[in-house]
């Protein structure tokens, strides 16, 4: 029976690799250590991250009007439907008038920019990278939310799993799973080829006769 989590299976080099759904992966927003806080009032999910410490919207309201030119925020709206969606895009479907909600920021203060890029002045350049990174970081948990994680599994041949890796977000097809992958398995012939040279070098310093020696194919 196929797994229920199974993508993708692709041959490289006298190997498989078997791509997955990554069911264990982590929470980011709990679990990583973002650049942004999370700050959100769903009705139904937690969408805050432990870094938040307002349990209050009016607080967290009136924080945001206290630091109105201190602070780098970026709106969070959700999609729901058959399931959560986040994103600071006020675009369809999160601008939907049924199914989306704006439910709270992602933010950082100018001063954690400045502790954090060791700067004294926050330029404008410095501004939109730290918004792109808060993008980025809405995008992490989009994935994480939507199960857009994955994971591969290296098989030989005779399908022994030769190795494995998880956590990768996003598209499996540009977010450097299949480089890995591949690499590893680079690596695994290399160790091959070099651990067979080692051996016939060592048959043939100890003066091994030809026919007990082994037949090596450097695959």
């Given at each position: 029976?196929?797994?229920?989590?199974?993508?993708?299976?692709?041959?490289?080099?006298?190997?498989?690799?078997?791509?997955?759904?990554?069911?264990?992966?982590?929470?980011?927003?709990?679990?990583?250590?973002?650049?942004?806080?999370?700050?959100?009032?769903?009705?139904?999910?937690?969408?805050?991250?432990?870094?938040?410490?307002?349990?209050?919207?009016?607080?967290?309201?009136?924080?945001?009007?206290?630091?109105?030119?201190?602070?780098?925020?970026?709106?969070?709206?959700?999609?729901?439907?058959?399931?959560?969606?986040?994103?600071?895009?006020?675009?369809?479907?999160?601008?939907?008038?049924?199914?989306?909600?704006?439910?709270?920021?992602?933010?950082?203060?100018?001063?954690?920019?400045?502790?954090?890029?060791?700067?004294?002045?926050?330029?404008?350049?410095?501004?939109?990278?730290?918004?792109?990174?808060?993008?980025?970081?809405?995008?992490?948990?989009?994935?994480?939310?939507?199960?857009?994680?994955?994971e591969y599994i290296i098989k030989s041949n005779n399908n022994d799993i030769v190795e494995s890796c998880s956590g990768y977000y996003?598209?499996?097809?540009?977010?450097?799973?299949?480089?890995?992958?591949?690499?590893?398995?680079?690596?695994?012939?290399?160790?091959?080829?070099?651990?067979r040279i080692k051996l016939v070098k060592s048959y043939i310093k100890n003066n091994v006769a030809l026919i007990y020696r082994k037949?090596?194919?450097?695959?």
């Amino acid at each position: 029976m196929e797994n229920e989590y199974f993508v993708e299976k692709i041959p490289y080099r006298g190997y498989n690799i078997e791509i997955y759904r990554d069911i264990y992966s982590e929470n980011p927003i709990k679990n990583f250590d973002l650049l942004g806080t999370f700050t959100s009032f769903h009705r139904t999910y937690d969408l805050s991250c432990k870094k938040n410490k307002f349990t209050d919207k009016n607080e967290f309201i009136d924080f945001i009007r206290k630091n109105k030119n201190k602070i780098v925020l970026l709106p969070l709206r959700v999609y729901e439907h058959s399931g959560i969606s986040i994103s600071t895009s006020n675009n369809y479907p999160y601008n939907d008038r049924w199914d989306s909600s704006h439910v709270g920021y992602i933010w950082i203060t100018y001063k954690t920019i400045r502790e954090e890029y060791n700067v004294k002045h926050i330029t404008k350049k410095l501004i939109e990278k730290v918004e792109n990174i808060l993008i980025d970081e809405v995008k992490l948990f989009d994935d994480y939310l939507n199960n857009n994680v994955y994971e591969y599994i290296i098989k030989s041949n005779n399908n022994d799993i030769v190795e494995s890796c998880s956590g990768y977000y996003g598209n499996y097809e540009n977010n450097n799973l299949l480089e890995d992958a591949k690499y590893s398995i680079d690596n695994i012939i290399k160790e091959k080829i070099k651990n067979r040279i080692k051996l016939v070098k060592s048959y043939i310093k100890n003066n091994v006769a030809l026919i007990y020696r082994k037949n090596f194919i450097l695959n």
